[in-house]
């Protein structure tokens, strides 16, 4: 696509459900990074994916939280057992590759957990 | 570890007007990279303007310069003849060149208000 996509846009969920955020990135680009924003704060690194190699989880806050990518196609991010703490924006973003230090971003998914 | 540090959580500035937001960074590497980027309420974050620290030359970019000290650790960005579309989160971030620093690090943000 011309951009990088994210879905859904918004989503509200309960306490203790889970819940899948996707990313679609950029074509071509095989570096693909997860942020999360809390209101008014700055962005925090979740987890990195650059092509086939093993991701950098070193962001990812719990063991609730995981993400996936197949090649360097589309990411899921999943919350597991969603606590109020989590509601934030998820953002994602593209590079070209690993070397660019480029970001191309997302609008994000704003998450709200009640 | 690198950091960066937005001390202003708001500014606001005239329309025409000038207005220069700071930013400050802590790091022991001597090759990277520093950016601005902005983000308006569409969230989407826009890449406003990238400095290389070996680079002495301040990057410009039309309305938007930046105030790169290395000694300092210190990158401000101003905006000149602001406009009203200018108004959005203005975020400092910082990576490092070296292979593997593939981290972005970005500082908790400015928001920017614009009066017509």
């Known amino acids: 696509g011309a951009g990088v996509s994210q879905s859904p846009s918004n989503k509200v969920t309960e306490k203790g459900k889970d819940v899948e955020l996707r990313c679609d990135p950029i074509s071509g680009h095989t570096a693909l990074y997860w942020y999360r924003q809390r209101l008014g704060q700055g962005l925090e690194f979740l987890i990195y994916f650059q092509g086939n190699s093993a991701p950098d989880k070193s962001g990812l806050p719990s063991d609730r939280f995981s993400a996936e990518r197949t090649g360097e196609s589309v990411s899921t991010l999943t919350i597991q057992r969603t606590q109020q703490e989590d509601s934030a924006v998820y953002l994602c973003?593209?590079?070209?590759?690993?070397?660019?230090?480029?970001?191309?971003f997302g609008s994000g998914t704003q998450l709200s957990v009640l | 570890a690198q950091t960066v540090t937005q001390s202003q959580p708001e500014m606001s500035v005239q329309e025409a007007e000038t207005v220069t937001l700071s930013c400050t960074y802590d790091t022991s590497e001597s090759d990277y990279y520093l950016f601005w980027y902005k983000q308006p309420p569409s969230r989407q974050m826009i890449l406003v303007i990238r400095?290389?620290?070996?680079?002495?030359q301040n990057a410009t970019e039309n309305r938007f310069s930046v105030n790169f000290q290395k000694a300092a650790k210190s990158f401000s960005l101003k905006i000149s003849d602001s406009q009203l579309g200018d108004a959005a989160m203005y975020f400092c971030?910082?990576?490092?060149?070296?292979?593997?620093?593939?981290?972005?690090?970005f500082g908790a943000g400015t928001r920017l208000f614009v009066k017509a």
């Open positions: 400095q290389e620290a070996y680079k002495q």
């Open positions: 973003a593209s590079s070209p590759d690993s070397f660019n230090e480029k970001l191309f």
């Open positions: 971030a910082y990576r490092s060149a070296r292979t593997g620093g593939f981290k972005t690090i």
